[in-house]
C-alpha cells in the first residue's frame, strides 16, 4: 500500500508560482494512477490535474489548463504538479490521490475512485 506525501506549498503574490510535490512513501508509484485535487475554505473539494499510471495521458480542469502541468519521474518516486500564473482562486488545500485503474489510460476526475490521499498542503495566494 503507498503512502503518499506532499510538500511545496506556501504563500505567494499573484501572477507567481509554485511547484508542489507527491512522493510515494513505502513504494513507487508504478501502477498508479495520480491526481490532484484542491479544497478551498467553504468549498467542494475539485479536482485538478491527473496524469495516468504510464504517465502519457494528462487531464486538467478548465480552470487550470494552461497554467498547471502535472508530471511524473522516471523513478515513479514523485509525482509534480508545476503551478504558473496563480491567481487568489488558486488558494486551497492541495491534496495528491493514487489508484490503481484496470484500463492503463483512465484518468479518474472523482474523488470517489481514490482510495490513497496525502496529507494535503496549503497554497495561498495574495493578490
Known amino acids: 500500500q503507498v503512502q503518499l506525501v506532499e510538500s511545496g506549498g506556501g504563500l505567494v503574490q499573484a501572477g507567481g508560482s509554485l511547484r508542489l510535490s507527491c512522493a510515494a512513501s513505502?513504494?513507487?508509484?508504478?501502477?498508479?494512477?495520480v491526481a490532484w485535487f484542491r479544497q478551498a475554505p467553504g468549498k467542494e473539494r475539485e479536482f485538478v490535474a491527473g496524469i495516468s499510471r504510464a504517465g502519457f495521458s494528462t487531464t486538467y480542469a478548465d480552470s487550470v489548463k494552461g497554467r498547471f502541468t502535472i508530471s511524473r519521474d522516471n523513478a515513479e518516486i514523485t509525482v509534480y504538479l508545476q503551478m504558473n500564473s496563480l491567481k487568489p482562486e488558486d488558494t486551497a488545500v492541495y491534496s495528491c490521490?493514487?489508484?490503481?485503474?484496470?484500463?492503463?489510460?483512465?484518468?479518474?476526475?472523482?474523488?470517489?475512485?481514490?482510495?490513497?490521499w496525502g496529507q494535503g498542503t496549503q497554497v495561498t495566494v495574495s493578490s
Open positions: 490521490a493514487a489508484a490503481r485503474p484496470v484500463i492503463r489510460d483512465t484518468i479518474f476526475t472523482s474523488s470517489e475512485h481514490y482510495p490513497y
Open positions: 513505502g513504494g513507487t508509484f508504478s501502477g498508479y494512477a
